[in-house]
């Protein structure tokens, strides 16, 4: 607060305007929204159990049967049951490929009447085929199953319900095959309603986007109140997650690996790694800046293609901030530029072929001869077209904005109140801030009046003169953590050197730069921490997980297969790559893709069975549009959210409305060429075996 007792907010810049009638009535809706949404939620939190599946271990003998029973009341006619086991996917997703020859179960689902000693409701039979190999791997597959009225000779005016007390369900698997073996059942009597759960969704979706690109309220509020509304949504559609299930949708090892390069950086930016590298790049653009704009971009695609987007961007968000201050270049300009090359080369790192290619489909990449080396050379050229491109729009569109004055939150003002009440932590953080006041005052100041050119041999002698060591060991630390960090995560391509994840290289390279550092206030560290960015994801995970829970994906999964098996078969190819594209870029602009890349990999697979197509295209299209289709959202891909951070922590204004007006048009023109890429290359060259189909 300052003297007169004002708050100061990140997302409000005029202050002397809070006393507007507009604004207050504005405030008092929104708090009333707030709080019916916490009220909602809460209701249904506190009077919801969480969900307990009903969970079978089957052993199912040669040739016989075996039923599952259970009396729990269901609400509808829909059933979703889950097997694991030795199953044969293929043959489950395209029956029609089947023989009587190849090993299977008939699944069937009855609600049978005790009183009546009769069966009232029953499903279609579902074949549920197995491996002949049946010691190899076990998958697990989904069936929901649609109870329907057995047709009887005479029916009887007063019709009975399966919902009383004297019925049960019954789950019968007939084995026919001439081995035992045993499959592990999930039952859900009660599924939630796809209709009535994507009307929710969409309506939570708006509710989030409406707060977040009007800057209603803080961004990790809006996040977190939404989140509980989602919860509060699959509660009242009887669907609460057990607390291990919530868990795991915040994605725990992705925001650990996040908070140590977070930990890294904060390090590393006390000596003079970032400014040498900073004085070199600006060598190398002889004092250009849109030359400097393309090294900058060009090197966040590369090492992005290498490593991963998030590093990248935590690792050059210092370097741009440094180079655009001493130049009063547009912060948020170059540091969005820079973001949205790093998501177009991430197309090609490892990490991101791992959540495309995962293991459960190995054996089909593996008859496909689909490896990491020629995944790289088929989204090489698409990728190249798509930098050169996307630098085209970028200079098109921006050419006249680079020198626009940096918009700030709350001018000086809101950053010296922060450095006040930084004093409290430590007196480094506060000096850290007040720096930042004194080259905002600078940019200010030569930002009023028309600009003059810079004289490149007395700038560069300037960055040059910041590269002083004043730690030496805390550099040579840092220099041996980072290569350590960089060295360990490049075997994670294909895993032959070692088995660790990322966030435990991340680890190890953290532990090793304390050690060596031999830093003793870990408190003013953890100050200097982008908590804001990491609680704002975090609750973004959630929130989207249970819009996905609630059945929007499946609704997309199977619009998408209606588009394609509609197609006359000679242009099935050409659809499949467009609406692949499509569809997976607007996901991944909507909501993290994280789950949404295994599902359309699982449809593409079964459009390649049952349309008889080439594999290999539909997973580059899904590549393609899911990384792309990130550069269109502010908030849907973690690597935007952290640029976003690391802008606030200086003090720039980074809103959703501006990322958009440039992220938007690169979007739609590497979608673009990429997608003209691959009809060429698929369609016209050709550019696939004949024989790789499944």
Known sequence: MDSAGNTFSNYRLDTEDSDKLPRKICN?????LFLLVWLYSSVYLITTAPKVPSTFLVPVLPYRKYVIRSRDKTHHSDIDIHFSGPLDKRLIRNPEQATDLDPHIKVKVKSFNAMANETELESDTWFLFLLANQD??????????????????SEEKHQRTSHGEFHELNVILTNYHNQAFALFVVVNYNPVSTHVGVAGGIMLLIFLYVLIIWDLADRALVALLTSMGGMGLLCMMNARPQLIEFVQWIHLDCLMYVFLLMVIVSI?????????????????????????VLILCVCAAIFSAILDNVTIILLMAPITLRLCQKLALCTTIVLMSVTMFANIGNVLSSLNKHSIMKLDIAPILKAQHITYGNYVLHLFPGVILSLAVAYGVLYGFLKKYLYRPSTVFGSITSLQVRADKLKKVGAHLSQYQNNRITQLRRIENEQIGEREEMDFASTLSDLKANCIVKNLPLLVGSCISLAVLFILCLPTIDNTVHYMTPNWIALFATMLLLILGNLQELDVLLARIDWRSLIFFAALLVLFKSIRYLGIDYWTINMLHKIVSNTRKDRQLAVSILVLTA???????????????????????????SCNLPFAPLLWSIAYGSSFGENSNLICSLANVITVGLAHQEGYRYSYKHFFMIGFPITVATLLISTLYLLIAHLVCNWHSPSAQL
């Open 268 to 292: 590393v930016d006390e000596t003079a790694v970032f400014d040498f590298i900073a004085a070199i790049t600006y060598e190398a653009s002889r004092g250009k800046p849109w030359l400097l």
């Open 28 to 32: 008092i809706v929104k708090f009333c």
């Open 136 to 153: 190899v791997m076990s998958h697990t597959i989904s069936k929901q199953f649609t109870l329907k009225k057995v047709k009887k000779p």
């Open 583 to 609: 569809v997976a870029a607007i996901e991944s602009a909507i909501m993290p893709n994280m789950v949404m890349k295994s599902l359309m990999v699982n449809e593409a697979i079964s459009m390649s069975v």
